[in-house]
């Protein structure tokens, strides 16, 4: 199946200090990608939906200031945590739109994830 | 209202034996997909099974199953022969409507536990 990349996969950063996470589609274009935050244990919740060319579409409660994403090219797109805190420790997954293809169920794939840690 | 519930927190089940996830959703949509994911502890999210709400017949992919009673609006995940590589969190998810990027609806998931 179709491959999602992030980088990193572990980020430690101190308090005030902005992190860049990139989420690649490796093997596909990808107009649509979404940006997920999963606390422990709980589910995962929407962030935001990026489009390739035009700003994000951030869901509500989301600090579109804080939470900047650029979807600047077909196969990245990059969430950047601005002066970030410890509340804002958490798993980041992306996912990408999938092309459709017959016989594929799958219309989103998956990032593997990254873990930030703010100290 | 939630879009996906999953009401079972955590589960447990002997190996080889089957286990249900429920799931169930909320929708006026006529055209939806629901899917099942299962993520380990490493944190990445693996797909395991979709049903369209045109399909008529149960989707199955190996040894999972999908129960899908649309008249309930349920689509109970069935694992059978569980394997301890089953112990994971099962989330269920919906995308409305039938254009591919609209965004999925996670349920809270339900920790599986597959005991020797």
């Known amino acids: 199946g179709a491959v999602v990349s992030q980088h990193p996969s572990w980020v430690i950063c101190k308090s005030g200090t902005s992190v860049k996470i990139e989420c690649r589609s490796l093997?596909?274009?990808?107009?649509?990608m979404f940006w997920y935050r999963q606390f422990p244990k709980q589910s995962l919740m929407l962030m935001a939906t990026?489009?390739?060319?035009?700003?994000?579409?951030?869901e509500q409660g989301v600090e579109k200031d804080k939470f900047l994403i650029n979807h600047a090219s077909l196969t990245l797109s990059t969430l950047t945590v601005t002066s970030a805190h410890p509340e804002d420790s958490s798993f980041y997954i992306c996912?990408?739109?999938?092309?459709?293809?017959?016989?594929?169920?799958?219309?989103?794939?998956f990032g593997p994830g990254t873990r930030l840690l703010v100290l | 209202a939630q879009k996906i519930t999953q009401t079972q927190p955590g589960m447990f089940v002997q190996e080889k034996e089957a286990v249900t996830l429920d799931c169930t959703y909320d929708?006026?949509?006529?055209?939806?997909?629901l899917f099942w994911y299962k993520q380990p502890s490493s944190g990445e999210m693996i797909f395991l099974i979709y049903?369209?709400?045109?399909?008529?017949q149960n989707a199955t992919e190996g040894r999972y199953s999908l129960n899908f009673q649309k008249a309930r609006k349920s689509a109970n995940l069935v694992i059978s022969a569980s394997q301890l590589g089953d112990s994971a969190m099962y989330f269920c998810?919906?995308?409305?409507?039938?254009?591919?990027?609209?965004?999925?609806?996670f349920g809270t998931g339900t920790s599986l536990t597959v005991i020797p």
């Open positions: 996912s990408a739109r999938a092309p459709r293809l017959a016989g594929v169920a799958e219309t989103q794939y």
């Open positions: 093997d596909f274009q990808a107009t649509t």
């Open positions: 990026s489009n390739e060319g035009s700003k994000a579409t951030y």
């Open positions: 929708t006026s949509d006529q055209s939806y997909g």
């Open positions: 049903q369209g709400s045109y399909d008529e």
């Open positions: 998810a919906m995308r409305e409507g039938r254009n591919t990027g609209n965004q999925f609806y």
